[in-house]
């Protein structure tokens, strides 16, 4: 039976948001809204302290907070990772709101809970907030607390977003801020933008021979450097959308790190899943990914991605959402009784 997509709207409100936008508008789901997450949440696989293992391959999705010791080398499984690409709440607007002392406190326990499974020359990427209302936190803090690790620190990278937000009195905001970490000596592949090299005219002598720059290049394209001004943040129209998902970062940042910071084989963890990006770059480039969340919906979201990827090739839902099965299913059984 098909249902009328004006008749599944109307029920999908009704059911879902109670006058707010339906599910399968562009805003997505707000995960946010408790009466979304009752509806989702029967639909999830996994609870806290639960775990699924890959059936197709290595990689493993845990339920459980990344600052609990015990629960992160369950799903480590004596495994250590050549790299880890961490994405906190920035503690602006998500969740529970801490005071910056707290939140510094709860990085600094998942940070030493990070580095208890790190191998021994592994990097650790950090993405990280700055309020510009409160004056740039939780960024200095971080990164203060962060010199009194036994970690390296190795860069700063700037991703610009090419949409922002802004006013009509101050810089538009279109920066997402990147720390990079290492301990020992890892791996480091270059990388190469698909940005062609424009300027010309630099020479130098090499064995006798003057050669131009381009002549000595290994590329025809420049290396991303520490501001990356290629990557498209992630919005609803782009395939690799998880609606739903507001921190969602780009696959193609998330790929660049893994190619850059490990090899072929190794293993990758991030303990803020979110919408399954690391975990769907490890699956595309041949790395084995063990990845956490908190949060019973954002785990599953990152199984369905994987599932839908491998099922269809799409890398995310775009306008769509990982739950429109059940809720078109949910609609439907109410339409019939209508």
């Given at each position: 039976m098909t249902v009328r997509r004006d008749v599944f709207v109307e029920v999908a409100n009704c059911i879902l948001f109670r006058g707010a936008?339906?599910?399968?508008?562009?805003?997505?789901?707000?995960?946010?809204?408790?009466?979304?997450?009752?509806?989702?949440?029967?639909?999830?696989?996994?609870?806290?302290?639960?775990?699924?293992?890959?059936?197709?391959?290595?990689?493993?999705?845990?339920?459980?907070?990344?600052?609990?010791?015990?629960?992160?080398?369950?799903?480590?499984?004596?495994?250590?990772?050549?790299?880890?690409?961490?994405?906190?709440?920035?503690?602006?607007?998500?969740?529970?709101?801490?005071?910056?002392?707290?939140?510094?406190?709860?990085?600094?326990?998942?940070?030493?809970?990070?580095?208890?499974?790190?191998?021994?020359?592994?990097?650790?990427?950090?993405?990280?907030?700055?309020?510009?209302?409160?004056?740039?936190?939780?960024?200095?803090?971080?990164?203060?607390?962060?010199?009194?690790t036994d970690f390296?620190?190795?860069?700063?990278?700037?991703?610009?977003?090419?949409?922002?937000?802004?006013?009509?009195?101050?810089?538009?905001?279109?920066?997402q801020e990147l720390l990079c970490y290492i301990r020992g000596k890892p791996a480091f592949n270059v990388q190469y933008t698909d940005i062609p090299k424009i300027l010309r005219g630099y020479y130098k002598e090499v064995k006798g021979v003057v050669t131009e720059n381009a002549e000595r290049s290994r590329s025809d394209c420049i290396r991303p450097g520490n501001v990356w001004v290629d990557v498209q943040q992630v919005f609803y129209r782009m395939e690799e959308n998880a609606n739903g998902c507001s921190a969602q970062k780009p696959l193609k940042a998330i790929e660049r790190i893994v190619l850059a910071s490990?090899?072929?084989?190794?293993?990758?963890?991030?303990?803020?899943?979110?919408?399954?990006?690391?975990?769907?770059?490890?699956?595309?480039?041949?790395?084995?990914?063990?990845?956490?969340?908190?949060?019973?919906?954002?785990v599953e979201i990152a199984i369905r991605r994987l599932e839908r990827y491998r099922d269809t090739g799409k890398t995310g839902w775009q306008m769509g959402h990982p739950f429109e099965g059940e809720l078109e299913e949910e609609a439907l059984g109410v339409s019939e009784q209508l």
């Amino acid at each position: 039976m098909t249902v009328r997509r004006d008749v599944f709207v109307e029920v999908a409100n009704c059911i879902l948001f109670r006058g707010a936008m339906s599910a399968l508008l562009p805003s997505g789901i707000d995960l946010n809204n408790s009466e979304v997450r009752e509806r989702l949440l029967p639909h999830c696989r996994l609870q806290a302290g639960e775990v699924w293992t890959d059936p197709e391959a290595c990689h493993v999705v845990g339920c459980g907070d990344a600052a609990d010791s015990s629960f992160v080398h369950t799903v480590m499984k004596e495994r250590l990772a050549a790299l880890l690409v961490q994405d906190p709440p920035y503690n602006v607007a998500v969740g529970v709101r801490r005071t910056v002392a707290e939140y510094v406190d709860w990085c600094r326990r998942w940070v030493c809970v990070s580095e208890s499974v790190m191998a021994g020359a592994a990097t650790l990427y950090v993405w990280m907030g700055a309020d510009q209302k409160q004056h740039f936190q939780p960024l200095p803090q971080f990164m203060t607390m962060m010199a009194e690790t036994d970690f390296e620190s190795r860069s700063l990278i700037t991703l610009r977003n090419q949409r922002g937000y802004g006013t009509q009195k101050n810089w538009m905001a279109v920066r997402q801020e990147l720390l990079c970490y290492i301990r020992g000596k890892p791996a480091f592949n270059v990388q190469y933008t698909d940005i062609p090299k424009i300027l010309r005219g630099y020479y130098k002598e090499v064995k006798g021979v003057v050669t131009e720059n381009a002549e000595r290049s290994r590329s025809d394209c420049i290396r991303p450097g520490n501001v990356w001004v290629d990557v498209q943040q992630v919005f609803y129209r782009m395939e690799e959308n998880a609606n739903g998902c507001s921190a969602q970062k780009p696959l193609k940042a998330i790929e660049r790190i893994v190619l850059a910071s490990s090899n072929e084989g190794d293993t990758v963890a991030d303990f803020f899943a979110h919408s399954g990006t690391t975990l769907m770059a490890c699956e595309r480039l041949g790395r084995r990914c063990v990845t956490v969340d908190i949060d019973p919906i954002f785990v599953e979201i990152a199984i369905r991605r994987l599932e839908r990827y491998r099922d269809t090739g799409k890398t995310g839902w775009q306008m769509g959402h990982p739950f429109e099965g059940e809720l078109e299913e949910e609609a439907l059984g109410v339409s019939e009784q209508l």
